[in-house]
């Protein structure tokens, strides 16, 4: 079992930044990727942003340029730099992480943004 543990989530205003961090600890070995989904209310669950271990990382169109995901092995952890914030960012933001075949979530951070 992997459990995640995500922070950093709050209320910004439009414009403003907010830094995710999630930390993977248990059975850690072999986590392909981690990365960052959320999900407003109403819609579904979407891809924010996924590292691999190997491989490229994948941003969603509709943060790229804005968000910056980055991974520290080291310690487990996976960070979500998010400028530029703005209110259709506003969701639950659950950290993800891949060890085939199985997906691990986190509970959840809120990110509100203001207008």
């Known amino acids: 079992q992997v459990q995640l543990v995500e922070s950093g989530g709050g209320l910004v205003q439009a414009g403003g930044s907010l830094r995710l961090s999630c930390t993977a600890s248990?059975?850690?070995?072999?986590?392909?990727?981690m990365g960052w989904y959320r999900q407003a209310p109403g819609k579904q669950r979407e891809l924010v942003a996924v590292?691999?271990?190997?491989?490229?990382?994948n941003y969603a169109d509709a943060v790229k340029g804005r968000f910056t995901i980055s991974r520290d092995n080291a310690k487990n952890t996976v960070f979500l730099q998010m400028n530029s914030l703005k209110p259709e960012d506003t969701a639950a933001y659950y950290c993800y992480a891949r060890q085939s075949p199985k997906i691990y979530w986190g509970q959840g951070t809120q990110v509100t943004v203001s207008s």
């Open positions: 248990g059975s850690i070995s072999s986590l392909s990727a």
């Open positions: 590292t691999p271990t190997v491989g490229t990382t």
